[in-house]
């Protein structure tokens, strides 16, 4: 069997934050592989570790109280963390680009939107000033934006127009693989479709490999392969969407969708997941979900979670399956 | 664009108007008058008296006030009792010499401060942040004045380098254009550092080192372009009181620049002349202050739409 | 609950800022020096005979270098240096403290009465601010000083007035911050007065950047001070003003670097000490601002 080329291949990531009032451990032990065009969605509720994740790939963690404890990150063959800073300038924005989650934020209020596409260009594609300006013009058509407006700047823009700004940075230089950090949440439900559809047609123009970070399952469904669950910064369950929806082993995963307002029936109550996020300056020896978990053991609580393989496809981090018989009460029809 | 200029300077008139009048209340106060400190024992008092009388020394204050102003519009702010010239002539005499010396400040201050408090920012709580916050805060508390002087004595009579006094002779503009600068230097460069400090942590800037944008284009275009609004918001403040504090300056190196001119007529007992100075040199400064605001346009495409509205 | 809800509050927050002010070590450093040069002025002004010890001309010891009879060496008058710059430290101190005084009770008054009532008083209350800041504030000091005579309070009185538009702009500022705020709107609806509101809930609510800005102020009134003095408007010689001593070192470069240095080092540390403490509270006050 010819081994497929993987775009990303995570293991063992640490991430930890060095605050005044202790330390945040964000990221605690985290691998992830993907292949070209493969998309894989990364859900979770805030301060679960998924921006820092994404943001560890570009090796952009925040300076000075962001350190990357332990892992290697590796994109298109090349060791994010290890690799020299002339190498990772081109890494970032060709190997790797990344749309960010808030486009209110996220463009330099000084520069015209056209100048801040073009940039990308001309750094990866050595094109002169004015053929790279001519691409972000183009860009700005494929995402929906009049080619007039080029000479605009962010302030003139309105929120959705800034998020496809954002999108358009991230594509033009046809990254092998695209981060999107929640590229949606800040936009209406209309827009919303839109700029999925864009991301989509995009992927498949490209073969682009893509980690979509949400908390919107519905999202996820839509668009991506495979799944990514995860809880105080540990992938608890990891599966294609067929796993996670209708296979769903984790006990978090379990609360996530028992959360979801349910179209079909309306009556039944929502059931929210007890308890609160754990303190993120506390590392657990046992599972990280304990505390809140409605199966829980006494020996989860004390036992080291390992990766448990249910499937070639489906792993989930819950140390009772290894007892025979095992399951989660959540039955989907 | 052109409309916020002319409506700035609009709105200047009645300030300065109002400014001109306070100045002018203030400076009445004072003990003694320009024939006292002329005429001081030459005359006896009866021929001082009827001089008073004369110029109409003795008219009630707003008399007075509306008559100067009546004359101001008319490009005429009065004779200089101790030089016997027009104040005005005077005044404008004197201006160039003061604004190379605040410019040369404030170019001296700017680059000193923008280079050392950027790299504070970027290497913040390390052995040169440290260091240069140490510098800053010296730089801050040292009266300048007393810098000029160490300089000269170091400069001009212990090593010969410099003259030590005049607008005259090869390098004469800078000890004072460094006494100028130096505790400027200090203020902007606190300034430059903590704008800094705000604006590389904001998102945009990780988008563009996500982008692959060189280090060094990401502090120098994508950062410094946005740090500067506040840092050109104090360098604008520092002019204006630069071109104050010259009096000081320009005092300690004998410089013939306006703000001489005022301490001399102060010394004097020069109303007139102290008058048209307070008042000249405050319209200066808010001309300035009025370019200053003219250029953040250039750097923030925000404002300038402001302005254009 | 109005009021517990209050007390609550600030004593938590100043509670807070001394905690923040002595963790930070420059800040701690500038007090003691501070306090050190307060005390130094108060001993020199009981132990120093100004007539025999500070005024006394004594022409044959006339500009001596250092030595171990005057560290600091002697001036022009034979007088010595260390002496003179001991006796002289309650000046500097009194023109930066009351000068600050002056123009923090002149302009958080305005400042507050302009933002508190709004409307007409607002309106002529600012724009005589406008009036007076663009008049550069060394020019502005020279003249008040000049018309007031030369002397210590004069002095005071032109340094500290010609800040009083910073103040009134901050402290209106920070009342227009907390006017709308609801607790002011329940002490209206109970029927307070307005004297009682400003007194018990607007002052206190608009203390923080006020004291900001009064620390930072003390530094540079201390300095226009000097300068004032150096240009021959401020305490009349004979005594022993920092600022004026410099004036008087000015003749004498060539001979005497004492009479230059020492005057103007006093200035500086006194400055330097100043300026800690007001980074230190601006920092307390406001932790967003330390990094």
């Known amino acids: ?333 | 664009m052109y409309r916020y200029i002319i409506k700035r300077v609009l709105l200047l008139i009645p300030i300065l108007i109002a400014v001109s009048f306070i100045v002018f209340f203030i400076v009445d106060l004072a003990p003694g008058d320009s024939i006292d400190a002329v005429f001081g024992n030459e005359l006896s008092t009866e021929d001082k008296e009827t001089m008073r009388e004369e110029m109409g020394y003795n008219d009630s204050l707003l008399v007075r006030y509306a008559r100067y102003i009546g004359n101001v519009f008319k490009g005429d702010m009065g004779m200089s009792v101790l030089f016997k010239k027009p104040a005005l002539e005077l005044y404008l005499n004197r201006v160039p010499a003061t604004l190379k010396l605040a410019f040369w400040g404030i170019f001296i201050a700017l680059i000193i401060a923008i280079p050392l408090g950027v790299i504070s920012a970027i290497h913040q709580n390390t052995f040169i942040d440290t260091l240069s916050t140490i510098l800053g805060l010296l730089g801050m508390s040292m009266p300048s004045f007393w810098f000029g002087l160490l300089m000269i004595i170091l400069f001009s009579l212990k090593l010969g380098w410099l003259p030590s006094f005049g607008n005259e002779g090869r390098g004469s503009i800078i000890m004072p254009a460094l006494t100028v600068g130096v505790g400027q230097a200090a203020l902007l460069m606190r300034t430059t550092r903590s704008s800094m400090l705000e604006v590389i942590r904001q998102d945009y800037i990780r988008t563009a080192r996500a982008k692959g944008v060189k280090e060094g284009v990401v502090i120098y275009k994508h950062a410094l372009r946005n740090a500067l609004i506040p840092i050109i918001t104090a360098a604008g403040t520092q002019l204006g009181i630069a071109l104050g504090g010259t009096v000081v300056v320009e005092s300690v190196f004998a410089w013939p620049g306006v703000g001489k001119l005022t301490i001399d007529a102060f010394n004097a007992r020069d109303t007139t002349l102290v008058v048209g100075c307070l008042i000249l040199t405050t319209a200066l400064s808010s001309v300035l202050m009025m370019f200053i605001d003219i250029i953040y346009a250039f750097v923030d495409p925000r404002i300038k739409a402001r302005y254009s509205r | 609950m109005k009021g517990l809800r209050k007390e609550r509050g600030s004593s938590g927050f100043w509670g807070e800022v001394l905690k923040e002010f002595k963790k930070n070590k420059g800040a701690v450093t500038g007090f003691i020096v501070f306090s050190l040069i307060v005390l130094v002025a108060v001993l020199a002004v009981f132990l120093l005979d100004y007539k025999t010890q500070i005024t006394k001309i004594n022409i044959p010891e006339a500009l001596q270098p250092s030595s171990w009879k005057h560290p600091f060496g002697t001036d022009q008058f034979g007088r010595d240096i260390l002496n003179r710059i001991l006796y002289g430290a309650h000046y500097s101190l009194l023109i930066g403290l009351c000068a600050v005084t002056i123009s923090t009770a002149i302009g958080s008054m305005l400042g507050i009465i302009a933002g508190y009532f709004g409307g007409l008083v607002e309106t002529i209350i600012m724009r005589t601010m406008d009036v007076i800041s663009p008049i550069p504030s060394v020019l502005l000091a020279i003249c008040i000083a000049s018309a007031f005579g030369q002397s210590l309070i004069s002095l005071m009185l032109a340094v500290g007035i010609v800040t009083v538009p910073a103040f009134a702009r901050v402290a209106r500022a920070s009342v227009m911050s907390v006017r709308e705020e609801e607790y002011i709107e329940a002490a209206k609806a109970i029927g307070a007065s307005d004297i009682n509101i400003i007194v018990k809930h607007v002052i206190p609510n608009s203390l923080p950047p006020i004291l900001v800005q009064a620390t930072m102020r003390v530094a540079s009134a201390i300095i226009v001070g000097s300068s004032l003095s150096f240009l021959g408007l401020g305490v009349p010689a004979p005594k022993p003003e920092w600022g004026g001593m410099l004036a008087q070192g000015r003749s004498f470069l060539n001979t005497s670097t004492n009479m230059t240095l020492y005057p103007g080092l006093a200035i500086m540390i006194t400055v330097l000490a100043i300026n800690l403490i007001g980074d230190g509270v601006r920092d307390a006050m406001d932790p967003k601002l330390k990094r």
Not at chain 1, 30 to 52: D, P, R, Y
Not at chain 1, 295 to 302: G, N, S, W
């Open chain 1, 1 to 333: 069997m010819v081994k497929e080329k993987l775009v990303l291949e995570i293991n063992d990531l640490v991430v930890n934050y060095e605050t005044d009032n202790g330390t945040v451990h964000a990221v605690n032990g985290i691998n992830l592989k993907l292949k070209q065009k493969q998309s894989v969605g990364i859900v979770g509720e805030t301060g679960a570790g998924k921006t820092t994740t994404a943001l560890a790939i570009l090796n952009l963690i925040p300076q000075p109280t962001g350190i990357i404890k332990n892992g290697t990150i590796i994109v298109d063959g090349k060791n994010m963390l290890t690799i020299s800073e002339s190498d990772l300038r081109m890494m970032r924005g060709k190997g790797v680009s990344m749309i960010f989650q808030d486009p209110m934020t996220a463009l330099n209020p000084v520069f015209t939107i056209g100048e801040q596409i073009a940039e990308s260009v001309r750094i990866h594609e050595g094109v002169s000033n004015k053929d790279a300006m001519q691409r972000a013009i183009e860009m700005l058509e494929i995402v929906g934006i009049d080619k007039d407006r080029a000479y605009d700047y962010p302030h003139q823009l309105s929120g959705g127009m800034k998020q496809r700004v954002v999108i358009a940075i991230a594509l033009a230089c046809q990254a092998k693989l695209l981060i999107a950090d929640e590229p949606t949440t800040a936009l209406d439900v209309t827009i919303q479709a839109q700029v999925l559809e864009l991301i989509r047609s995009y992927r498949e123009k490209y073969d682009t490999a893509m980690i979509l970070i949400t908390h919107d399952l519905g999202i996820v469904a839509e668009t991506c392969d495979e799944v990514a669950v995860m809880y105080a910064g540990v992938i608890v369950e990891y599966g294609t969407l067929e796993d996670i929806f209708n296979r769903t082993k984790h006990p978090y995963t379990e609360g996530l969708f028992n959360s979801l307002p349910n179209i079909i029936e309306r009556r039944s109550k929502l059931t929210p997941i007890p308890g609160m996020v754990l303190d993120p300056t506390i590392l657990p020896d046992g599972c990280v979900f304990a505390d809140r978990c409605s199966y829980v053991i006494d020996t989860c609580r004390t036992t080291f979670q390992k990766d448990i393989a249910v499937s070639d496809t489906h792993i989930v981090r819950c140390s009772r399956y290894q007892e025979p018989g095992f399951n989660i009460k959540r039955m989907i029809a």
